[in-house]
């Protein structure tokens, strides 16, 4: 029995002796094909690895399917990753995987190598990255049944939906003796004309998650709205019209436009406001006007935002996650969830706290059916 423990005892020993002579590339390719750690551990592991060797075992991880261990490497060795997957052998590798919905890491992987990878790599990328937003928006958005109000009317042939309550009170009335084509009450869906500014909050910069939230929430947006008047705005230090609200839908270039845009800069919640009161301004006539801010609320240049606020007919707020939390002295909430807070009450609309980005896209789509 002691024999057995000594010799395992020095097994155990040796085993570490053995261990500690294995290269770092080597220990990276170990843990590539065991696949049991996340991309930070690779992130990690790949920071004493060379820049040809980093090429290596991006190839190898691609073979593997060991997407953790590729998003790992870009964030160690972005540079290195992109000379190796420039190469034209591996576009098939990024179209399976959007065939078989396998590709929510091709947004990011766009947005760390978008700024020096080749045009054609680049463009490869973007393109996949547009087709997963407009998939996946039109899954939430469910493309025209919103917003859409009833009314009744005088019945005609082929007219498909009635009011059977109504239909049936009148054949009460006028005595149960027969079914008049004036008693039928027939039903006629009309689309409300609404006018919807949408602020979108660009600062700071989150790794492509606040680009990559605004261009699926515009193009939520877009094709649930596809009959009314939208406008888009962009801010940071300062605010962009990316869509006036007399102009017509082009949900692809929309989209295009916000991967290439930098999500950078400060916050000056003030200057989208402005920008999104003024394209509301433009439509007369319609009584249904409302804005959408999303932001963190943390701003840190311009005006406070709550003048603005209060001249809005309507704004709602959708507060993001922040950066960093940075807590009230007397209550548990942050600073921006506060300033969101007040926000929306200057504006008499809802506040909406979302805890994670996912969330966005369909908050937005319960908040528009409300408008």
Same mark, same amino acid.
Request: hydrophobic fraction near 35%.
């Given at each position: 029995?002691?024999?057995?423990?000594?010799?395992?005892?020095?097994?155990?020993?040796?085993?570490?002796?053995?261990?500690?002579?294995?290269?770092?590339?080597?220990?990276?390719?170990?843990?590539?094909?065991?696949?049991?750690?996340?991309?930070?551990?690779?992130?990690?592991?790949?920071?004493?690895?060379?820049?040809?060797?980093?090429?290596?075992? +991006?190839?190898?991880?691609?073979?593997?399917?060991?997407? *953790?261990?590729?998003?790992?490497?870009?964030?160690?060795?972005?540079?290195?990753? +992109?000379?190796?997957?420039?190469?034209?052998?591996?576009?098939?590798?990024?179209?399976?995987?959007?065939?078989?919905?396998?590709?929510?890491?091709?947004?990011?992987?766009?947005?760390?190598?978008?700024?020096?990878?080749? @045009?054609?790599?680049?463009?490869?990328?973007?393109?996949?990255?547009?087709?997963?937003?407009? @998939?996946?928006?039109?899954?939430?958005?469910?493309?025209?049944?919103?917003?859409?109000?009833?009314?009744?009317?005088?019945?005609?042939?082929?007219?498909?939906?009635?009011?059977?309550?109504?239909?049936?009170?009148?054949?009460?009335?006028?005595?149960?003796?027969?079914?008049?084509?004036?008693?039928?009450?027939?039903?006629?869906?009309?689309? @409300?004309?609404?006018?919807?500014?949408?602020?979108?909050?660009?600062?700071?910069?989150?790794?492509?998650?606040?680009?990559?939230?605004?261009?699926?929430?515009?193009?939520?947006?877009?094709?649930?709205?596809?009959?009314?008047?939208?406008?888009?705005?962009?801010?940071?230090?300062?605010?962009?019209?990316?869509?006036?609200?007399? +102009?017509?839908?082009?949900?692809?270039?929309?989209?295009?436009?916000?991967?290439?845009?930098?999500?950078?800069?400060?916050?000056?919640?003030?200057?989208?406001?402005?920008?999104?009161?003024? *394209?509301?301004?433009?439509?007369?006539?319609?009584?249904?006007?409302?804005?959408?801010?999303?932001?963190?609320?943390?701003?840190?240049?311009?005006?406070?935002?709550?003048?603005?606020?209060?001249?809005?007919?309507?704004?709602?707020?959708?507060?993001?996650?922040?950066?960093?939390?940075?807590?009230?002295?007397?209550?548990?909430?942050?600073?921006?969830?506060?300033?969101?807070?007040?926000?929306?009450?200057?504006?008499?609309?809802?506040?909406?706290?979302v805890k994670n980005f996912s969330e966005i896209p369909r908050t937005l789509m319960k908040l528009i059916s409300k408008i």
């Open positions: 029995m002691e024999n057995s423990n000594i010799l395992g005892s020095n097994e155990t020993r040796s085993e570490k002796l053995r261990f500690s002579d294995i290269s770092a590339t080597d220990l990276l390719k170990y843990e590539i094909l065991r696949k049991k750690i996340n991309k930070k551990k690779y992130s990690k592991l790949a920071k004493d690895v060379g820049f040809k060797d980093i090429k290596t075992m +991006t190839g190898l991880s691609v073979r593997e399917g060991n997407i *953790e261990a590729l998003m790992g490497l870009a964030q160690s060795n972005i540079y290195a990753v +992109t000379a190796e997957l420039q190469q034209s052998e591996y576009n098939q590798f990024f179209s399976q995987k959007f065939k078989n919905g396998q590709d929510s890491f091709i947004p990011f992987l766009y947005f760390m190598i978008r700024a020096h990878a080749p @045009r054609s790599f680049k463009i490869m990328l973007q393109k996949l990255t547009r087709s997963i937003i407009l @998939r996946n928006s039109l899954n939430i958005s469910g493309r025209g049944s919103h917003g859409k109000a009833r009314h009744h009317v005088n019945y005609y042939p082929g007219i498909q939906e009635f009011d059977l309550n109504q239909t049936l009170f009148n054949y009460l009335q006028n005595g149960k003796n027969y079914l008049r084509y004036n008693d039928i009450v027939g039903i006629k869906r009309k689309q @409300r004309k609404r006018s919807i500014v949408l602020i979108l909050d660009t600062s700071g910069s989150m790794f492509g998650k606040l680009l990559l939230n605004a261009a699926l929430t515009t193009s939520v947006l877009t094709y649930a709205l596809s009959k009314d008047f939208t406008s888009i705005i962009l801010f940071n230090s300062k605010a962009l019209v990316l869509k006036e609200i007399k +102009t017509q839908n082009n949900v692809t270039r929309l989209i295009d436009q916000i991967l290439e845009t930098e999500a950078v800069g400060f916050t000056n919640i003030a200057a989208g406001l402005k920008k999104g009161l003024q *394209e509301l301004e433009k439509i007369e006539n319609i009584k249904k006007k409302a804005g959408i801010l999303i932001t963190d609320g943390d701003y840190n240049r311009g005006k406070n935002p709550i003048l603005i606020a209060n001249k809005f007919p309507k704004l709602h707020v959708i507060n993001i996650p922040p950066e960093s939390r940075k807590k009230d002295f007397n209550q548990n909430r942050t600073r921006g969830q506060l300033i969101c807070q007040q926000i929306a009450r200057a504006g008499r609309g809802y506040y909406i706290n």
